[in-house]
């Protein structure tokens, strides 16, 4: 296939997350032991990993801070023309922009547009992040590397975030960047609560939940199979991470997920399962009344601690 066939229209893929810790050293031993991501590069203040299948040099940067909580969140673009067409299209719907040389913002990071979403969120969208592999040779390769530790999720999946009008950042993700609407739970009075939302053709690469402007919930990473959350509960159980719920199924995506705490207080989720989602099929409606079994099928209640947020 040539490379004129590739789909490099707008938004591919969640790229990365920028993470507040207070302890770098600890977060790194946490994240590269017992989660079992791949560490890139570190300095005094940041410390980069990627999950072990992922090519692009990082998809979570950890910065050293007093608090903790979410900086950032970017998305990946293939072609610079498309990161030229995205920032001419919010600056047609009246979003600031600010735009951001290789290197610039990190390490490794491409070229880069950033804006305050209407959510309050600090969005990326980058193009040209230095590639490093994922360690496995490109012709007759094993089926994963050898050396993996802890969960060795393969990749990033999504991130859950929280805003006051989620009727209203739904709309400008659709509208401005182009993400598809796939699934919502929707209050009695016909609002939105939570929405997903997705450029990969899966469920959810974002979603948003009623509660205060630049709340973050979890960032989720991918695992392969129900077995590897039940190993990955083992390995939080093993290490004295708090567990927060499951492993647990879905209503909502279909998927299943486990979630738990770095030690710094952000929510970790590993996750599997889902569906194909086409660019022309129709959302999935979720009532208010029956939010509890859209996040927690087996449970069928939400318990209020998992509904608590980090700015």
């Known amino acids: 296939m040539s490379a004129t066939n590739k789909n490099s229209e707008g938004i591919l893929r969640l790229s990365h997350a920028d993470v507040r810790v207070p302890d770098l050293e600890l977060a790194v031993a946490y994240y590269s032991e017992v989660v079992g991501l791949v560490l890139t590069g570190l300095d005094d203040e940041r410390a980069y990993l990627k999950g072990w299948d992922e090519q692009q040099h990082h998809s979570l940067i950890l910065t050293k801070a007093p608090t903790y909580g979410l900086n950032s969140l970017t998305f990946k673009v293939v072609e610079e023309s498309e990161l030229d067409r995205l920032e001419a299209r919010l600056d047609a719907a009246g979003v600031a922009t600010d735009r951001f040389h290789p290197g610039e913002l990190a390490e490794a990071s491409g070229a880069t547009v950033r804006f305050l979403a209407p959510s309050g969120h600090t969005i990326d969208l980058e193009c040209g992040m230095g590639q490093v592999g994922n360690g496995l040779s490109l012709i007759n390769p094993p089926p994963a590397p050898d050396d993996l530790v802890g969960m060795h999720p393969p990749r990033l999946d999504h991130i859950f975030l929280l805003c006051e009008d989620v009727d209203g950042v739904t709309r400008f993700f659709q509208d401005v960047l182009e993400f598809r609407l796939t699934e919502q739970i929707v209050a009695d009075d016909g609002h939105q609560l939570t929405t997903f939302l997705e450029r990969t053709h ?9 509660g205060p402007d630049g709340g973050f919930h979890h960032l989720a990473y991918w695992v392969d199979e129900w077995n590897d959350l039940r190993t990955a509960a083992d390995t939080c159980a ?7 719920a499951g492993p647990a199924r879905h209503g909502a ?41 859209a996040i927690f099928t087996y449970k069928g209640q939400v318990d209020p601690s998992f509904m608590s947020v980090h700015s």
């Open 253 to 293: 995506t279909r998927g299943c997920g486990l979630y738990f705490f770095d030690p710094a207080g952000n929510r970790n989720e590993v996750y599997t399962g889902g569906y194909h989602f086409d660019p022309d099929d129709e959302p999935t409606t979720w009532t208010e009344a029956e939010m509890g079994r």
């Open 238 to 244: 093993y290490h004295g991470v708090q567990i927060d």
């Open 202 to 210: 899966t469920p959810h690469d974002i979603a948003f939940l009623t």
